[in-house]
């Protein structure tokens, strides 16, 4: 098994920077900074190749988004500068910066699915975009930069992609776009109850894409060893049996214990090791294909030495998660999970 992609890349640029609220918010362009000391930096040290992004166009953009929301989108970015509503905000730079995530997601999945060798991919991008859902800007959330990328990936040829979100918020619209598309696999690991208030164990999917959807909510407070147990009991051997020609991360920051938005106990290295497991499962299946989406993550000191964790696992380094049994009431959250799954995978 390889320990590290043979070529890295990482998308990145200053324009994300204009998407800026006219006062103190979380989601600001200090986050950036942040991830650039300590995920963007390393990588390009090690080895990686810069990209530089391109906007998203409408035909990528409309294959997870509905005419209506791009149409309401844009008319409201003309206005300059306000909110969508109490959490989201858009300034001067923003269209730009929106169109460009969702385009840097799209070629992300092209490069990757363009690679002759194994590859690893990191869009360092703002807005994030995994609550946007088909109709609908929400969360800090514009354009869903995951879907497109997906979308972009099904477009390409390929006929599975998986996507692990282990933001500390649930994916509601990742999940919303590709519910009942059994092309897509989307999995997410998310503290419950959190905003945006979906996720439960029960929500498989609908239609043609039951049992695509795989939920894994955990308790306030959790810990490396139930990320761990969450892992290795549902998220791998579901993506093992899926078997994806691409694996996409959204990649949050804010389950670390430092961030103020949220309250799970992980540790700066833990995200290593998530990222090991993803590269190792991604090469288990004969896809040695990793995208990374930056999503969520709040406090600049857990996002630069967390991502810089993430930088050093697609280098080579090994992290290993706490391997002790979770915590009771994750322990019986993990097995909810399995249990509505077991029409559709083998647990």
């Known amino acids: 098994m390889m320990s590290s992609p043979q070529r890295l890349y990482v998308i990145d640029d200053a324009r994300f920077d204009a998407h800026a609220a006219a006062s103190p918010h979380p989601e600001q362009p200090a986050r950036l900074g942040a991830i650039r000391r300590g995920l963007v930096s390393t990588l390009r040290d090690g080895g990686a190749i810069p990209l530089t992004p391109r906007p998203a166009s409408m035909e990528e953009l409309l294959a997870v988004h509905s005419a209506e929301h791009l149409e309401d989108l844009q008319q409201t970015l003309a206005r300059g500068r306000g909110v969508i509503d109490e959490d989201t905000f858009f300034s001067p730079g923003t269209h730009e910066a929106t169109w460009l995530a969702a385009g840097g997601a799209a070629r992300l999945a092209e490069q990757l699915l363009d690679s002759d060798e194994s590859a690893a991919c990191v869009l360092a991008a703002r807005p994030p975009g995994h609550h946007a859902t088909r109709t609908e800007a929400m969360g800090f959330c514009l354009l869903n930069n995951v879907a497109v990328a997906a979308a972009a990936a099904l477009k390409r040829g390929a006929e ?22 059994p092309r897509v696999l989307f999995i997410s690991l998310h503290q419950w109850p959190l905003y945006p208030g979906s996720g439960g164990s029960a929500q498989v999917g609908r239609g043609p894409g039951l049992g695509r959807t795989v939920n894994l909510p955990l308790a306030r407070g959790g810990t490396g060893r139930d990320y761990a147990a969450a892992m290795r009991r549902v998220a791998l051997p579901v993506l093992e049996q899926f078997r994806p020609e691409l694996l996409l991360v959204s990649c949050g920051f804010d389950a670390h214990r430092d961030d103020p938005l949220a309250g799970m106990q992980l540790e700066d290295d ?54 002790k049994r979770p915590t009771l009431e994750n322990e019986r959250m993990i097995d909810q999970t399995r249990r509505a799954l077991e029409d559709y995978w083998s647990l």
């Open 160 to 181: 599975r992609v998986a996507i692990l979100d282990w933001d500390v918020h649930h994916g509601n619209g990742t999940q919303d776009i590709f519910a009942d598309d």
């Open 270 to 323: 833990d995200y290593g090791a998530l990222t090991n497991m993803m590269f190792d499962v991604a090469d288990r299946v004969g896809a040695p294909r990793l995208g990374m989406l930056l999503e969520g993550g709040y406090d600049l000191g857990a996002l630069e030495r967390a991502g810089y964790g993430v930088a050093q696992a697609l280098l080579g380094r090994r992290f290993e998660l706490e391997s």
